[in-house]
């Protein structure tokens, strides 16, 4: 087992790996921008490291700086949490150069599954489902509008390294083609220093089923069931649950069985998550596989019993699975709230002070949060403040607990997403489970007008 684990992240998930890190007897090594010097993650790590100013360019994302804190400190390995570098082949190559365990993948993984062109394909090597689309990377307009042809509009315009609804276009018309890829490319550069895009066939208002997948180096590989996703604002998931209500027992062995196939495709180890659409008939197609711990992964815990963050890290350390298939069952129900700091109506940030906050709790109640009274919340960095998951015997007592923790959760000194959430879970198609990506437009805006951008 490690010694010592440098975190790289911040947060929410910062604090998250360092208290499953001291769980297991591992000391912490918390690296941070002079923006986040009073954020909780600093406070309990046992070592602490200013790695640059407030920019993230020249702090979290700054890797020379990453691994000379890493160095200084005597961290054997490093833990990339969710976002920034998380996902970053290049940053987990220079951790194995410089002998530091990177609590993940391996870089092959991360490289594969990241170029989303190449993991559809290894999708259907595996005999998995997937969209129809391009059988490679568009490197010409020409070459889009023979694609275009033959899968048919609407199609949706996807970066190869795309994540977060960056780089992704909805086109209607061969007239809209060429403009969209335009945009698209010059998105996904920006985002994620790669413009290369492919087209698939536009699925509407299917839901989002992923997969939680775990696998040792020896050769073991499981899954841990699916999480629902559906509850998005332009592909941002907003909430999530476990399990979906839309799965009957054969449909989730049959997904599950998919899941693993990919995985096992890839030769993967460590973490990772399968996603899927589904479509009202219960067929599903192969979205995208993503190669760390997920934002949601709470709900997974609290259906399953198991940590994964100390899984993880069990893992990366070349620990051989402590679970069989036969050992995973699904108990009760799970949602998760993502509290941002937002205007809940517009959904445009909302930084400043925190001048009163008091979470929920209660049974059944967990909150993971870096945010406490006079904590100020910085325009420098993603609007995640807590994530909100709730535990109930079943779905109805799942809803009425996050019902009763959204009533509780009083925020003062900025706005959030709170009166989102609380009216989601008073809507009755989503109390009857009726939900899908379109879900949120359909919310704000039933008559179909023009929802909140």
Request: glycine share 8%; hydrophobic share 40%; with cysteine.
């Amino acid at each position: 087992m490690f010694a010592k684990v440098l975190v790289a992240n911040r947060g929410e998930i910062a604090l998250r790996v360092v208290r499953a890190c001291k769980e297991l007897q591992i000391k912490t090594v918390a690296v941070y921008s002079s923006a986040d010097t009073d954020s909780l993650h600093v406070q309990n790590a046992d070592e602490a490291i200013c790695i640059g100013p407030a920019e993230v360019s020249q702090s979290y994302l700054n890797i020379p700086r990453i691994i000379s804190a890493a160095e200084i400190t005597n961290a054997d390995a490093i833990h990339p949490g969710y976002g920034l570098l998380a996902e970053n082949p290049h940053f987990a190559e220079v951790c194995e150069a410089c002998q530091l365990h990177f609590i993940g993948p391996s870089v092959d993984n991360i490289r594969l599954m990241g170029d989303k062109a190449r993991a559809r394909q290894l999708a259907i090597q595996a005999g998995v489902p997937v969209v129809a689309g391009s059988s490679s990377v568009i490197s010409a307009h020409e070459e889009a509008l023979g694609v275009a042809s033959q899968i048919g509009f609407p199609l949706m315009i996807k970066a190869t390294a795309g994540g977060g609804g960056k780089g992704m276009r909805i086109v209607h018309s061969p007239e809209d083609l060429m403009g969209s890829l335009v945009t698209a490319s010059s998105e996904a550069e920006a985002a994620f220093g790669n413009g290369a895009l492919y087209l698939e066939r536009y699925i509407e208002n299917p839901r989002h089923v992923e997969f939680q997948i775990m696998a040792d180096r020896q050769g073991n590989l499981i899954h841990l069931g699916e999480r629902d996703c559906s509850i998005q604002r332009r592909h941002q998931k907003l909430i999530e649950e476990a399990p979906s209500p839309a799965l009957r027992q054969r449909l989730r062995e049959k997904m599950g069985r998919a899941a693993v196939a990919v995985a096992q495709a890839a030769n993967y180890t460590n973490l990772g998550t399968v996603e899927f659409l589904l479509d009202d008939k219960g067929n599903f197609s192969f979205l995208e596989m993503n190669t760390r711990i997920q934002v949601e992964h709470p709900v997974t815990e609290m259906v399953t019993g198991i940590d994964l963050v100390k899984e993880q890290i069990r893992l990366a350390a070349g620990e051989a699975l402590r679970f069989k298939q036969e050992d995973i069952s699904l108990k009760g129900h799970s949602m998760e709230c993502r509290i941002n700091a937002e205007d809940p109506e517009t959904f445009l940030p909302s930084p400043g002070t925190i001048s009163k906050f008091r979470p929920p709790g209660g049974f059944g109640v967990r909150v993971d949060t870096h945010c406490y009274p006079g904590y100020t919340i910085s325009p420098y960095y993603d609007s995640l403040m807590a994530k909100v998951i709730v535990h109930g015997e079943d779905r109805a007592e799942a809803i009425a607990r996050a019902r009763r923790a959204m009533d509780e959760f009083a925020v003062e000194g900025i706005k959030t997403t709170i009166p989102f959430h609380q009216r989601v879970f008073k809507d009755p198609n989503f109390i009857k489970g009726r939900t899908h990506t379109g879900f949120l437009e359909k919310l704000y805006d039933p008559k179909g007008s023009k929802a909140p951008t």
